[in-house]
């Protein structure tokens, strides 16, 4: 059973820093794509940045130099190093990974206030 546990939202002031993680079971992040998403209220849910098995990042330009990905594949978790954070960037993030299926986390709200 494949399971994605995102943590480490919360609330932070405008230019602040989080860290999400996203811990997998049932699958490795080794071996597959994975990827952030976010989604605001009342807004269509967006990539973040995907990552491919083999390490090469695309990241939205609304968040480049920003925010970084990193995994530790030891742990089978990635993270998300989110600088300068930006009111705009409040949303629900999601962690998502590929497979012959498609598997998402429940979700980690970041709100940053102005």
């Known amino acids: 059973q494949v399971q994605l546990v995102e943590s480490g939202g919360g609330l932070v002031q405008a230019g602040g820093s989080l860290r999400l993680s996203c811990a997998a079971s049932g699958i490795s992040f080794m071996l597959n794509a994975m990827g952030w998403y976010r989604q605001a209220p009342g807004k269509q849910r967006e990539l973040v940045v995907s990552?491919?098995?083999?390490?090469?990042?695309n990241y939205a330009d609304s968040v480049k130099g920003r925010f970084t990905i990193s995994r530790n594949l030891a742990k089978n978790t990635v993270y998300l190093q989110m600088d300068s954070l930006k009111p705009e960037d409040t949303a629900v993030y999601f962690c998502q990974i590929t497979s012959r299926e498609v598997y998402w986390g429940q979700g980690t709200q970041v709100t940053v206030s102005s």
């Open positions: 990552i491919t098995r083999g390490g090469n990042t």
